[in-house]
């Protein structure tokens, strides 16, 4: 069975193509993931962060789709050169309509992308007192997302093992 092309913009499939700051950053001041390694979307989100106050780097790793390979790519463009804060604003909507729109299947992998970054932005502040006024308590809709898709990933595993292992004891 044949299955029809996902409707990917072109800037999609040009980031796909040649992403840009992708891999690993080794001087990374904090990093974070979101997804999960049980069904391989899995993205990890790397930020350089200068004067306790800008993004002035941003790379990513992925094991995602080219949905999400592209509106990672995008993502470390947009919060490049911005103040933290800036960056958390940043919502998968946004990245979306920068990369010319995501399918609707696709909406998840840009929800992971914005996700990872989130991630990385608490992880920062996680051990500095005070936090920011402008940072959430509450996991915000993107965070939410990456932490259902991973619940359930975990789970759909756990049922597999367990119907393996009932069918090795047969
Ligand atoms: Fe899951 Fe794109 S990251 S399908």
Same mark, same amino acid.
């Given at each position: 069975?044949? #299955? ?6 072109? #800037? ?21 993931? /979101? ?11 790397? &930020? ?8 002035? #780097? ?13 509106? /990672?790519s995008m993502l470390t463009e947009m919060v490049k050169g911005k103040r933290i804060e800036e960056a ?9 309509? +920068? !990369?010319?729109? *995501? ?14 970054? =989130?991630?990385? !932005?608490?992880?920062?502040? #996680? &051990?500095?007192?005070?936090k920011p006024a402008w940072l959430p308590e509450q996991d915000t809709f993107e965070e939410k997302q ?5 619940? *359930?990933? @975990? +789970? &759909?595993?756990?049922? &597999?093992? /367990?119907? @393996?292992? =009932?069918?090795?004891? @047969?």
């Open positions: 069975m044949s #299955r029809a092309p996902l409707p990917y913009s072109s #800037r999609i499939l040009e980031l796909f193509k040649n992403p840009k700051n992708a891999g690993k950053m080794a001087d990374a001041t904090v990093s974070a993931e /979101a997804g999960s390694p049980v069904c391989g979307d899995i993205i990890a989100i790397y &930020l350089k962060i200068e004067n306790d106050a800008v993004i002035s #780097r941003a790379s990513f790793e992925s094991y995602g789709c080219a949905a999400n390979i592209a509106t /990672a958390w604003k940043i919502g998968w909507k946004e990245v979306a309509e +920068e !990369v010319g729109g *995501l399918p609707a299947v696709k909406f998840h992998c840009g929800v992971l992308a914005v996700g990872a970054l =989130r991630r990385a !932005v608490r992880e920062y502040f #996680r &051990l500095r007192s005070p990456a932490l259902d898709e991973e619940n *359930l990933a @975990k +789970e &759909l595993s756990r049922r &597999l093992n /367990a119907s @393996k292992d =009932r069918s090795d004891s @047969k």
